[in-house]
């Protein structure tokens, strides 16, 4: 579809919720607890968050610590039944209205449609040092003409995102992180679901919001692609239909958030894109996470931080 998009909406309303979460170690045997139901072995300890500059996550930040925040920005209404083109979002004001004047970002969002000139899945990876430079390290997904996917790095100038972000944000830090293991699904929840799910039933009323990257070393996974915009609107009941499905093969680097409750905020309980590199002569992948497709194989390592402050930006009316 070729459109010619209309400017950003300049303004819009930014609400600050503090958090309380649990430490690190009190959550260790509640996660624990909610995997061993669900996979055949699990682990969680509290260690220190390796180099996530290096391989295998290539991300843009080293750390998940430091005034560590999510932000939930827009959401599935500006997608749908028709979108709001306005809702154009740029990674760095995000960073600005969630303040911090330096700092990393990681999560799941619709890519930048304006600068692209389509309709894509983004993988938010973004760190602006201390000293202003912005590194770039952002993946995005979109629909191949064969019907297929493709996906790669976005050019480095492109720091915007579309309609809708959910973001883990911290100063990019070293420091202590949640380390998961998890092997064999023999139960119906997925990873992530498993997780909040434990959560949830713990801390009821009370907002638990970890976000963070996890690794997926072994089986295949279902994820989704957004394809173009369409030009008539698009009912809720056919957006299952509009998606693309595809399943992708690990290594995939998921970079990830979720909450175990939301407060009335319309949050999105839970956002995760992945993506791999082209490697080994096997093309890149990437795409939005739905849970894994070969539960005797699959095998999962994640690195998780708690927020302690969470953003409601431009929430849909
Ligand atoms: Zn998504």
Not at 88 to 117: N, V
């Amino acid at each position: 579809m070729s459109e010619r998009f209309p400017p950003a909406q300049k303004e819009y309303l930014i609400k600050k919720f503090p958090l309380d979460p649990p430490s690190l170690s009190e959550l260790v045997p509640i996660i624990n607890a909610g995997l061993a139901q669900n996979f055949e072995s699990a682990a969680v300890e509290v260690t220190a968050c390796p180099d996530l500059r290096a391989a295998p996550f290539h991300l843009a930040g080293l750390g998940i610590s430091g005034s560590e925040r999510i932000v939930d920005i827009g959401g599935p209404p500006n997608l749908h039944p028709t979108p709001k083109f306005e809702k154009q979002y740029s990674l760095l004001s995000i960073l600005k209205d969630i303040e911090l004047d330096h700092g990393f970002l990681l999560g799941a969002s619709a890519g930048p449609f304006h600068q692209l000139g389509y309709n894509s899945e983004l993988m938010p990876n973004l760190a602006k040092g201390l000293d202003g430079q912005v590194y770039n390290r952002t993946h995005y997904a979109k629909v191949a003409e064969d019907g297929g996917y493709f996906s790669d790095f976005i050019q480095d100038n492109m720091r915007d995102c579309g309609l809708m972000a959910n973001l883990f944000a911290s100063e990019g830090s070293p420091g202590p992180v949640l380390k998961i293991t998890a092997r064999h699904r023999t139960g119906p929840l997925n990873f992530l679901a498993s997780i909040q799910k434990s959560l949830a039933n713990k801390y009821g009323e009370r907002v638990v919001s970890l976000g963070g990257v996890f690794l997926i070393t072994k089986g295949k996974v279902n994820m989704h692609v957004m394809p173009d915009f369409r030009r008539e609107p698009l009912e809720d009941k056919d957006v299952p239909r509009w998606l693309k499905f595809f399943d992708m093969d690990a290594p995939l680097v998921c970079l990830s958030i979720f909450h175990s409750y939301d407060p009335g905020l319309d949050l999105r309980m839970e956002h995760t894109h992945c993506f791999s590199l082209q490697e080994k002569g096997r093309a890149a992948q990437g795409g939005h996470y739905h849970g894994d497709t070969t539960p005797d194989e699959v095998e999962y390592e994640a690195y998780f931080n708690t927020a302690k402050m969470l953003f409601r930006v431009d929430q849909p009316v």
